[in-house]
Nanobody, 125 residues
Framework: VQLQASGGGLVQAGGSLRLSCVDS????????RGWYRQAPGKEREFVAA????????HLADSVKGRFTISRDNAKNTVSLQMNDLKSEDTAVYFC???????????????????WGQGTQVTVSS
C-alpha cells in the first residue's frame, strides 16, 4: 500500500499550502480519507477527513475556517488546502485511509487503516 503525500514546505505565517496524497498501487476511492499531523514532541493528531463519496467533511476545531479537505476519485487524490497558516500548524502531515470502505468522515478519526509517508510543513512567524 502506497500513499504518496506531497506539497509540504516552508511558508510564512498567514500563507497557504496545498497538500496532496496520491494512491499508488492500490486505490482507496471508496474509503473515507483524512490527514493527521505530528509536531515535534507531540502525539499525532487528527486534522481533517472526508467521507468516501466526498460529500461530507470533518475538521479539527483548530483548523476550521482555514483548512479544506477535498478528493478527486478520478485522479485517486485527496488534497488539503491550508490557508492562513500559523506557527502552531508546523508539523509533519500524514495522509491516511479508513480501515474499511464506505465510511463516514468521522470513521477515520482514531481508526486509521493505512498511513502515507509524511510531508513536512513549517510555518515561520
Amino acid at each position: 500500500v502506497q500513499l504518496q503525500a506531497s506539497g509540504g514546505g516552508l511558508v510564512q505565517a498567514g500563507g497557504s499550502l496545498r497538500l496532496s496524497c496520491v494512491d499508488s498501487g492500490r486505490t482507496f476511492n471508496n474509503y473515507a480519507r483524512g490527514w493527521y499531523r505530528q509536531a515535534p514532541g507531540k502525539e499525532r493528531e487528527f486534522v481533517a477527513a472526508i467521507d468516501w463519496r466526498g460529500q461530507m467533511t470533518h475538521l479539527a476545531d483548530s483548523v476550521k475556517g482555514r483548512f479544506t479537505i477535498s478528493r478527486d476519485n478520478a485522479k485517486n487524490t485527496v488534497s488539503l488546502q491550508m490557508n492562513d497558516l500559523k506557527s502552531e500548524d508546523t508539523a509533519v502531515y500524514f495522509c491516511a485511509t479508513a480501515r474499511g470502505p464506505y465510511g463516514s468522515a468521522q470513521s477515520i478519526v482514531r481508526s486509521v487503516g493505512s498511513w502515507g509517508q509524511g510531508t513536512q510543513v513549517t510555518v515561520s512567524s
